[in-house]
């Protein structure tokens, strides 16, 4: 037989019509949530006349035109399509619209699948440290996971796991970038670039590792990956310094120590420091957070500042790496920052990594800050002051914040004369702590 066949699905044209479409779509929401039981009955609300009418052929029985809801058995309606069509319910609803979902079936396979990664998560070698069950279920508990399975994505949370086991970088290895990091634990060099999903849910991680909030910003979530050894770009991590010299005999050693010669602030690299070493001068180094502390050194002091080193914030990993440097020297150092939270973090942290003692960041000093002008309110989670618990207390009580540049005078006056460490305050011999500054 030759020409044209028919279209198979050209013989339910009739049920694409007024009268049926409203029917069959409750039929199909039906049945895929009960994955395909020909049980109970499904209604129309203000039926139409096109609408009635097939009810009552469905049925046989009368409906009268007031009636306000019609509702149609699925065992009947699946008999009445059977004897006009020869088709079953479900086999015209997969002709006229596609397959039916078997929604049960695909909760259960998505439970299982859950299950799969939670036990995924287990396998990792932090699992039990307080911040990973923290991350694990939290991800677990806000719908990621779940969000993952449906976009596809499971294999993001074993991913997330292999970074994770390999941070922190050790402290005697040089930092490890992102792009190898990804390529060592995906085979994607742009895995954890900015942005990616990955690098989202690894961000989270580390976040609670640090005790901190999950950074929104680029240079914030740059910063977060160095505290634990991995870098985005190794020249874009530096330090800027002021009167650092090193004893070393190689260029940047020669650069620094040039700089130091005409007091003209320097800035390091991570990359530098990586591929030339320092060993510092033994000298007392001071450490402060804001680089107007540092520019008004320079401006103010130029050659006969005491050396100074500018976290810029949080420390980079080029700071980290620096201090470390000045700690393994034997250098004392004497740290500062802004008298907010996230400056008592940074000093705290100096302090517990050993060699270091706080630079005008007692509550004495917070108090008589506080008298020489207004301030703006202290924001965010609190934090100790282990060097001086009074500190904190007092800045909680006041709920202000006084930034460093209020200091100036007090602080070009130490530089200036480079004063030794006051004997009441508390100095933790270097190496009592691995002489490591902390992540």
């Not at 929104?216 to 650092?244: I, K």
């Not at 973090?345 to 207004?374: E, F």
Request: net charge neutral.
């Amino acid at each position: 037989m030759t020409g044209r066949q028919a279209d198979p699905g050209s013989a339910l044209d009739e049920l694409r019509g007024e009268g049926w479409q409203r029917l069959l779509a409750a039929a199909r929401r039906r049945l895929e949530r009960t994955g395909g039981m020909l049980e109970g009955a499904v209604g129309l609300t203000g039926p139409s006349e096109a609408e009635r009418r097939v009810v009552i052929g469905v049925t046989g029985q009368y409906r009268p035109e007031s009636v306000k809801r019609l509702t149609v058995d699925l065992a009947a309606l699946d008999a009445a399509l059977c004897e006009m069509h020869g088709q079953s319910l479900p086999t015209v609803l997969a002709r006229l619209h596609g397959p039916l979902r078997d929604r049960p079936g695909e909760r259960r396979a998505e439970a299982e699948q859950r299950d799969q990664l939670r036990a995924a998560l287990d396998t990792g070698r932090h699992a039990g440290e307080s911040w990973y069950t923290a991350w694990t279920e939290a991800i677990t508990g806000d719908g990621t996971l779940t969000r993952l399975l449906r976009r596809g994505d499971a294999r993001l949370v074993s991913w997330a796991v292999a970074v994770l086991d390999r941070l922190p970088v050790p402290d005697d290895r040089p930092p490890l970038p992102l792009p190898v990091l990804a390529e060592w634990t995906t085979g994607d060099t742009k895995a954890l670039v900015a942005g990616a999903p990955l690098a989202s849910l690894v961000l989270r991680a580390l976040a609670l590792r640090a005790e901190s909030d999950l950074p929104r910003d680029r240079v914030g979530q740059r910063l977060l990956w160095e505290r634990f050894g991995a870098v985005a770009d190794d020249l874009a991590s530096q330090v800027l310094v002021l009167n650092l010299r090193a004893t070393r005999d190689h260029v940047v050693a020669h650069w620094l120590n040039g700089a130091a010669d005409f007091g003209i602030p320097f800035r390091l690299t991570l990359h530098q420091l990586t591929a030339y070493p320092l060993t510092l001068d033994a000298r007392e180094i001071f450490v402060c957070e804001n680089p107007a502390v540092l520019r008004a050194a320079a401006a103010e002091l130029g050659a006969d500042s005491a050396p100074l080193v500018c976290t810029e914030g949080v420390p980079s990993a080029a700071c980290r790496r620096l201090l470390d440097a000045a700690v393994h020297a034997g250098a004392p150092l004497r740290v500062r920052a802004d008298f907010d939270w996230t400056g008592l973090r940074i000093v705290g942290a100096a302090l517990a990594a050993g060699g270091a003692s706080p630079w005008q960041m007692a509550a004495a000093d917070y108090r008589t800050a506080l008298t020489a002008g207004d301030s703006t309110p202290l924001v965010g989670a609190a934090a100790p002051s282990p060097w001086e618990p009074e500190l904190a207390e007092l800045m909680a009580g006041q709920g202000r914040a006084v930034m460093e540049e209020r200091l100036l005078p007090a602080l070009l006056a130490d530089l200036a004369v480079a004063m030794p460490p006051r004997a009441d305050a508390p100095v933790i011999p270097a190496g009592s702590a691995g002489g490591r500054w902390p992540r």
